[in-house]
């Protein structure tokens, strides 16, 4: 897929009424969102897993909400178009469509649009759209996370443009055929009438304005507002030099091609006014649901550019300014038809984002970031015992974890991922009395911020406890087990990702940080970490005393103190939290990391795994040391991993340890 820039046309509104106008919108999308939030049936939906969307008569965006999930941005505009092309002027008021088509613009098949056309006095004057992501919609395992799928049919229900209200009347059989193929009808359709609802409030605002203001000055702000969004970003682009920058990050494997990363390659280039990206260069498409089609990809691109000009709204005049070449169909960027891809959002999705943070933090310095952790949904479903008609349930679990260290400030500790910042963090009391698991622990994680000049933020660990439940699966869609979350400007990386069964009993297994339809029993105990974000920095700058108020937090343990940043760290009293750095202890260990650190990225990956097998060195030593990637549970050496992670640490770590902080870096001492 490639996109054009377009041409703006000139302003017709006076500059109070465009003002007034332009935030108008910006309020109906958002009360769009609040009314979902009160009235969706899901649990999952609850949590704001939701997204909202006001669009032009030809589908162009006028603007999504202030609180949008990260991933649903860029593509909605696509759910309007595919329901144009489809019904073309077969549209009438009260109409309402439902579409969650992956190939014609969607993310993956859980998030469902809900698309109303706008009519004022007989005239089309756009769409209102309303996107959830439904907690089920079919497939072989609960939650329609299936890392086994070879094709969309084993993820679930494939949704095109559909007609389910037709002027206003229910087609409550259309509506049934599709719940029903679901584990949770009664949620599905409870979700679909709050999401159509919230469609009939941008409706009735919409025309509110038109009576207040005239038809004519609503179509010329719809339009005018896109041009607005437009100009301002050409002239921020515009004011910065031009260039070309590459990067590349990596989803974890392909399960049929064994043991190896698969690249995820991204080039940028700015030219005058405009903004252009190249993921062509990206693997093809793999054998499980880590894929993303077009829309999730351009998605990513967008978001991540989104957050070097927060400022700005967001609606279709940004992507004419920031177009993307996803190369040829078929890739792991730009999969197509039967591809799965329900995990787009722990797959392709993080690493471009992550990536385009990291092309921007040579462009932008005072807003670079380090990699952040990745996004990652744990799944349990089964028939709840707890009820007598034993209704399926879904514990639907997502964790808070670690941002990136930024230039000047540690990252950010146990906040929503990048994908969806505003995500809720689910309450324990809620999933207890939706599903029969209940929480042991949910605790932040000592050592899991990537060390640096600037620390990475803290992942946090979760664990649960099966019980009053038969016939119940596990699924887990996460990445970054092996393509650990990591550093910049010589910062470390952070911890793996990956889930634990009945860990430190005789039933103990490691189950990785993919899989799907795993069998687990009442009383099963399972636990997770969430990564840090990656550090920012060589660690050894990182002042003395704050490796110390960070040991006396709790954030890093005295053992990674001395290997992480050189810190040797006494302690004085624990009871009352007192301890003290041997500066000259310091001193010596510093450059004693100094001399060594360039020789440990370069020793015999064998020698390390059977270290790591004796019990000689950690999961840490391991990754941040060393550069050498395990299977975590058996400590088998992952060869081809090794080599494709050291060669990223050597690109973004290793060169910094000699030339010290870029230019743009603030003082570590202030």
Not at 163 to 179: E, M
Not at 183 to 189: E, K, Q, T, Y
Not at 395 to 419: C, E, K, L, Q, S
Not at 518 to 526: A, S
């Amino acid at each position: 897929m490639t996109q054009t820039a377009e041409k703006k046309p000139s302003y017709t509104l006076d500059p109070v009424t465009f003002e007034v106008l332009k935030n108008a919108f910006v309020n109906t999308v958002d009360q769009m969102a609040e009314q979902i939030f009160r009235t969706c049936y899901s649990f999952v939906i609850y949590s704001r897993d939701f997204s909202s969307a006001l669009c032009d008569p030809h589908g162009n965006t006028v603007m999504q909400g202030t609180g949008d999930i990260a991933a649903h941005v860029g593509t909605l505009h696509y759910t309007a178009k595919a329901v144009i092309n489809e019904f073309g002027d077969d549209v009438h008021p009260g109409d309402i469509f439902v579409v969650n088509d992956v190939y014609v613009g969607g993310t993956h098949f859980n998030d469902t649009r809900v698309v109303r056309p706008i009519f004022f006095e007989g005239e089309l004057l756009g769409y209102a759209q309303a996107n959830g992501h439904w907690a089920d919609v079919g497939g072989a395992v609960p939650g329609s996370f299936n890392v086994t799928a070879l094709d969309h049919c084993a993820e679930g229900l494939r949704i095109p443009p559909v007609r389910v209200w037709s002027q206003d009347r229910f087609l409550t059989d259309v509506a049934q055929l599709i719940a029903k193929n679901t584990r949770a009808p009664r949620d599905i359709i409870g979700d679909m009438q709050a999401q159509a609802e919230a469609t009939r409030l941008a409706e009735r605002e919409i025309q509110r304005l038109c009576r207040k203001y005239g038809v004519d000055v609503i179509r010329a702000a719809f339009a005018e507002v896109q041009d607005y969004v437009e100009e301002v970003t050409r002239t921020r682009v515009g004011a910065l030099a031009d260039g070309v920058w590459e990067t590349e990050d990596y989803i974890d494997q392909d399960p049929q091609l064994g043991e190896g990363m698969i690249p995820v390659k991204i080039k940028m280039t700015i030219d005058g006014d405009s903004v252009h990206y190249d993921l062509s260069g990206s693997h093809p498409s793999i054998s499980t649901m880590l894929n993303a089609t077009f829309g999730g990809s351009f998605a990513a691109i967008v978001a991540g550019t989104k957050m070097q000009f927060p400022d700005i709204p967001l609606n279709s005049g940004f992507y004419r300014v920031v177009t993307v070449d996803l190369g040829d169909e078929g890739s792991v960027v730009n999969a197509v038809w039967p591809t799965p891809c329900a995990g787009f959002c722990s797959g392709p999705f993080e690493k471009i984002m992550n990536s385009v943070f990291e092309i921007w933090s040579k462009i932008l310095p005072e807003r670079a970031m380090a990699c952040t952790f990745n996004l990652e949904y744990l799944l349990v479903g089964g028939r709840d015992e707890r009820h007598p008609d034993r209704p399926y349930f879904m514990w639907y679990d997502w964790m808070v974890g670690g941002w990136g260290a930024r230039n000047g400030r540690d990252g950010w500790g146990a906040t929503g991922p990048v994908f969806g910042v505003q995500l809720g963090t689910q309450p324990f009391e809620g999933q207890e009395r939706l599903a029969p698991v209940l929480t042991t622990g949910h605790e932040l994680v000592p050592d899991s911020g990537g060390p640096g000049t600037w620390r990475g933020g803290l992942g946090a660990e979760k664990g649960g406890t099966l019980y009053a439940a038969t016939r119940t699966v596990m699924s887990y869609c996460c990445d970054r087990e092996r393509s650990v979350t990591w550093g910049l400007w010589g910062g470390l990386p952070s911890i793996p990702h990956g889930v634990w069964l009945n860990k430190g009993t005789d039933k103990q297994r490691y189950l990785g940080s993919i899989f799907s339809g795993e069998p687990i029993e009442p009383g099963d105990v399972f636990t997770r970490p969430s990564a840090g974000g990656g550090g920012m920095g060589d660690p050894l700058l990182r002042p003395v005393q704050q490796v110390v108020e960070d040991v006396i937090d709790g954030y890093v343990t005295v053992e990674r103190a001395a290997k992480d940043y050189g810190v040797v760290v006494t302690e004085v009293d624990a009871e009352i939290c007192e301890y003290e750095a041997d500066l000259e202890a310091t001193a010596t260990t510093r450059e004693h990391i100094r001399r060594h650190r360039a020789g440990w990225l370069a020793c015999d990956p064998e020698e390390v795994a059977a270290r790591y097998r004796a019990g000689e060195i950690d999961e840490l030593d391991s990754i941040r040391q060393y550069g050498v990637i395990l299977d975590w549970g058996s400590g088998e050496l992952l060869a081809t991993t090794t080599e494709q992670f050291r060669g990223m640490l050597l690109r973004r770590m290793a060169p910094f340890w000699e030339s010290g902080l870029p230019a743009g870096a603030r003082d570590p001492g202030h």
